[in-house]
């Protein structure tokens, strides 16, 4: 007589397939806008430190080179002109400031399902920078970026599930025109993603031709203002303590056009900042502060990141080096001085010096984004794609990067330690008459797609089942996946009409 085994092949197909299909955004493992926060390189006394510090530096020192109509804003809030031409900025206008300061700020997206909002210990990764090289891996070489290459960046972030945001990381080398090349940055990013975008203007005449496109792809000047999803990076400030004239009169003119502004400190410290790493961060705060005051000075509580973004320096050679173990605690301790203040903040991570995604590439990149995240820095900016502190950005190593950037956020969430997960009952049971592993239990089946991520491209194979697969190589796999995703249009483009409007009015280089 043969017994016949019940078979439960179904059951496993069934629970493939559930693990397969697309978890719900609040059960996947990771995601946009989880809470860091655990990692603290700053003592409170520190941080109280670098406050009074920062406080001391406005007061007494001050900034040079505001435009006339940011003296009268801000000499208005209560900033005091003095004869040598410096604003300086009595305690109690910087602390009322602090005190009015928005704690939370949204940046809106095309579509509202990629809008970040920004507050507390939020966190969220993007692209950034102004590289003029593209990385070439399979030459190995680097070559002068274009607009097509801006949109391709833009394209592929916009399927990349670990990238939040795009701000512009490339420079259009291919278009001379300043203000040509201003729009067709917005053009090209806004036509590659449907995320949040940050752009910078040249000048302060460009600023209404760009409001104008802005106007077209919202539909409108009211829907628009109704969410702004194109963000200002603006360099406020030419380190050390001195306005930047025209970014200022930029920043003024988009404060008015309804556009978040992201104040952008950005000394080198032993070169424009101080060589400590505590008094490069006095110096980036002091500065940020002063631009706080400014863009509430014209129109309070407009949104506004704080921008701590300071650089370090190879002191033999005093060139940058983005991918220091010194810039990744720089960034961290920069993000608890945006939490000591309570203000949406960013700064930047994921830097790499090396020139091609290698090795170096990896623990650079790594150990700056998983420090800045859990440091709990609400924009992580140039986290993915960067090299040869950012003269090179590399459309490779930006598919990489979302791997990377998931790990990250992995450490980021942290470990939740609750009555189900100390799993007292289920060592009992398996222990106890059960079958001394963990591998079928319903536990370890419920958590694999929601306590764990999974890489896209990374080999977690045996030796052996990698030589039967064909030695597969990470860098290929990363090109042929960028080949796949630039074979589709991108879905962020706009539609004919639009298209057509915008087109008759300015001179778009990308095709259409």
Not at 119 to 141: C, E, I, K, M, N
Not at 362 to 384: D, H, P
Not at 402 to 418: F, K, M, P, S
Request: proline share 6%.
């Amino acid at each position: 007589m043969t017994i016949q085994t019940p078979h439960r092949s179904g059951g496993r197909a069934a629970r493939r397939a559930a693990r397969a299909a697309p978890l719900a955004d609040h059960l996947r493992p990771v995601r946009a806008g989880m809470s860091g926060g655990t990692f603290n390189p700053l003592s409170p006394a520190a941080m109280e430190r670098i406050h009074h510090a920062a406080l001391d530096a406005l007061e007494q020192i001050g900034l040079a080179d505001a435009p006339p109509s940011g003296i009268a804003y801000m000499t208005a809030a209560g900033a005091i002109l003095g004869d040598d031409g410096r604003l300086r900025f009595p305690r109690a206008l910087i602390e009322d400031t602090i005190a009015r300061a928005n704690r939370s700020v949204t940046l809106h997206a095309r579509d509202p399902k990629h809008d970040l909002e920004l507050s507390g210990t939020r966190v969220h990764y993007g692209t950034a920078g102004a590289a003029v090289h593209l990385v070439d891996v399979d030459g190995r070489t680097y070559r002068e970026c274009g607009v097509q290459d801006l949109h391709d960046a833009a394209h592929i972030a916009d399927q990349l599930d670990n990238l939040h945001f795009v701000q512009r990381p490339m420079v259009c080398r291919d278009i001379p025109d300043n203000l040509e090349m201003d729009l067709n940055s917005i053009y090209a990013c806004c036509a590659g993603t449907t995320k949040h975008v940050g752009v910078s203007f040249t000048e302060p005449s460009f600023v209404p031709h760009g409001l104008e496109l802005l106007h077209m792809i919202a539909g409108g000047e009211d829907k628009w203002r109704e969410r702004p999803f194109v963000s200002n990076t603006n360099c406020f400030v030419v380190p050390p303590m001195k306005f930047a004239t025209e970014s200022c009169l930029v920043m003024e003119a988009l404060i008015e056009g309804g556009m978040p502004i992201l104040l952008l400190s950005a000394g080198q410290a032993g070169a424009t900042a101080p060589a400590p790493i505590a008094g490069a961060i006095v110096q980036a705060v002091a500065e940020c502060l002063a631009g706080l005051v400014y863009v509430n000075a014209v129109k309070p509580g407009h949104p506004a990141i704080f921008g701590t973004w300071p650089f370090v320096s190879d002191l033999r050679t005093g060139a940058m080096s983005g991918g220091s173990g010194e810039q990744a605690l720089l960034t961290a301790g920069c993000a608890q001085m945006h939490r000591y203040y309570d203000l949406p903040g960013g700064a930047a991570a994921g830097i790499a010096d090396a020139k091609l995604p290698d090795m170096q590439a990896g623990w650079e990149q790594a150990m700056s984004n998983v420090m800045a995240g859990m440091s709990g820095l609400n924009m992580v900016y140039e986290a993915a794609g960067m090299h040869a502190s950012l003269l090179g950005f590399c459309l490779e190593s930006l598919i990489l990067g979302d791997d990377l950037i998931g790990q990250a956020l992995r450490c980021v969430r942290g470990i939740e330690v609750t009555e189900d997960s100390v799993s007292l009952e289920v060592i009992r049971a398996t222990c106890i008459g059960g079958p001394g592993h963990y591998l079928g239990s319903d536990q370890t089946l419920g958590l694999m797609q929601t306590e764990y991520i999974y890489p896209t491209l990374a080999d977690r194979t045996s030796p052996k089942e990698w030589a039967e697969l064909g030695r597969p190589d990470l860098l290929a796999r990363a090109t042929a996946r960028k080949d796949d995703i630039l074979a589709q249009r991108a879905s962020a483009r706009f539609d004919a009409q639009t298209d057509r409007m915008i087109r008759e009015r300015f001179n778009i280089h990308l095709p259409a």
